[in-house]
């Protein structure tokens, strides 16, 4: 194994403080910075993040929304702007203009192809963040949010370590019990993390049948009131599984247009 210099390594960590001094600087014309966060994949977590920033955009708020989620980043897809690039000029990057007037950020724009897997190892996909962020300029905005990677392992942790100021967190479950398991894993991970929990959002609550009207609980029922009493957080909602959500979705169309 080949060492580096001492050198090298101080050269390294100065451009790490720079990198560090530039984000916060950028960060710093952001009033609120909300992450959205779930303890596993699957769950619909990119989809609410997504529609929170359409649904606050649509209340005359300046939003951009971070999709900070490395092995699936899919705010591009779920807002229609896969295969974009973002625009480098005398300040910085430009975050990409999506729909509602959302500002996007997404290491897939970085990427030269749709499918190229992101192989990285955690401290490199923290240093191309912390290196995207410090270029970014997203100008004043109201709110960023953040779409979190999911779990609570190092990526969350890496993710909430570059951005240190945020507002709060909010945490998307579906309803059954397993999930419940690991999303009171998440509130205890935004806990010891000292980021305030804003509630929980029930996704996938349950199925109305388009034909008898009949309310299906497909995957189980409660378990975000459980989670939220048994934690102490606010209850946010349910939302049902809607076929016109998947479809929209797909489409890149977001559903609350
Ligand atoms: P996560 O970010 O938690 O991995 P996604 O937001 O990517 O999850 O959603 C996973 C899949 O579920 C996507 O195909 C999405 O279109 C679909 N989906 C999410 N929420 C709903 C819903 N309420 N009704 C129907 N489909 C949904």
Not at 176 to 184: A, G, I, T
């Amino acid at each position: 194994m080949t060492m580096a210099s001492p050198r090298k390594i101080s050269d390294a960590m100065k451009r790490v403080q720079e990198q560090m001094i530039a984000l916060r600087a950028r960060l710093s014309k952001v009033k609120h910075k909300v992450a959205v966060m779930s303890g596993k994949g699957g769950v619909g977590k990119s989809f609410v993040a997504a529609s929170l920033a359409v649904a606050i955009s649509g209340m005359g708020r300046k939003v951009g929304i971070l999709d900070a989620d490395f092995h699936g980043p899919s705010v591009p897809k779920l807002l229609g702007l896969q295969g974009m690039r973002m625009l480098s000029g005398p300040p910085g990057l430009f975050p990409v203009m999506g729909p509602a007037g959302v500002k996007v950020v997404s290491i897939d724009f970085m990427l030269p192809e749709e499918e190229t897997p992101v192989i990285w190892r955690g401290p490199l996909k923290a240093s191309a963040l912390r290196e995207l962020l410090s270029m970014v300029e997203w100008g004043n905005l109201d709110y960023l949010i953040v779409d979190l990677p999911p779990g609570t392992g190092d990526e969350p942790l890496s993710v909430a370590q570059l951005i240190t100021d945020l507002s709060g967190a909010v945490i998307v479950t579906i309803p059954s019990d397993l999930s419940r398991v690991v999303v009171k894993k998440a509130v205890s991970f935004a806990r010891q993390l000292n980021i305030r929990v804003i509630g929980v959002i029930e996704n996938m609550s349950y199925f109305v049948c388009p034909k008898c009207g009949t309310k299906y609980r497909i995957f189980g029922e409660g378990a975000g009131r459980r989670i939220a009493e048994e934690m102490d957080v606010d209850f946010l909602g349910e939302i049902p599984i809607d076929p016109r959500i998947t479809d929209c979705n797909d489409k890149g169309r977001p559903f609350l247009l």
